[in-house]
């Protein structure tokens, strides 16, 4: 009866420590990072195309844009918020691939936070993504959830190749073999 017990009390013991541990958000953020993986390519017959891309976005860190600017190149758009743990998840990945990509690819990182709020978060985790708050209605093909992060990988043509809600692994090979395929069309 004492080992059955003993058995029992390391058992509860594992698991409300498992609890506390997904609980505690930097472990949460950690384990979020370790299982992402790199976002599908939507398959060629499933893909929409961005049809209106009239959108104005304020930026927070860097100059306001209209999205139709963007027309004609290959752009990452990211829907995030501080709070959120699966964003904060992704994020160093996807600082890598903007360091990498940064001249060659279009990056939109769309927030409802304030700048002051971003830069502290900023700072303190030494990301310098290109920020904005939607001044208007994001294009209809963006608006299929409301969760976040929602990121969206968009060919020269206006294609939605990948898109990803959930935190995921921007920063892979996979996904950087893409972005060079769709970058030489």
Avoid: H
Wanted: hydrophobic share 40%; with cysteine.
């Amino acid at each position: 009866m004492n080992i059955k017990l003993n058995k029992k009390f390391f058992s509860n013991a594992i698991f409300v420590i498992a609890i506390g541990l997904l609980i505690y958000s930097p472990t949460r953020i950690w384990l979020l990072r370790q299982i992402a993986f790199s976002p599908s390519v939507e398959n060629v017959k499933d893909r929409v195309t961005i049809n209106d891309y009239n959108w104005q976005l304020n930026g927070l860190n860097s100059e306001n844009i209209n999205f139709k600017e963007l027309k004609g190149k290959v752009v990452f758009v990211n829907f995030w918020a501080t709070w959120c743990p699966p964003c904060r998840a992704e994020l160093p990945m996807i600082q890598k691939l903007y360091n990498d990509y940064k001249d060659k690819v279009a990056f939109v990182f769309v927030t409802n936070e304030n700048w002051e709020k971003i830069s502290t978060f900023f700072k303190k985790n030494n990301y310098n993504l290109p920020v904005y708050n939607s001044a208007s209605r994001p294009p209809s093909e963006f608006l299929k959830t409301n969760s976040i992060p929602s990121s969206f990988l968009i060919d020269k043509k206006g294609s939605v190749i990948i898109e990803k809600v959930g935190a995921a692994d921007w920063n892979s090979s996979k996904t950087r073999n893409v972005i060079d395929e769709i970058l030489k069309n």
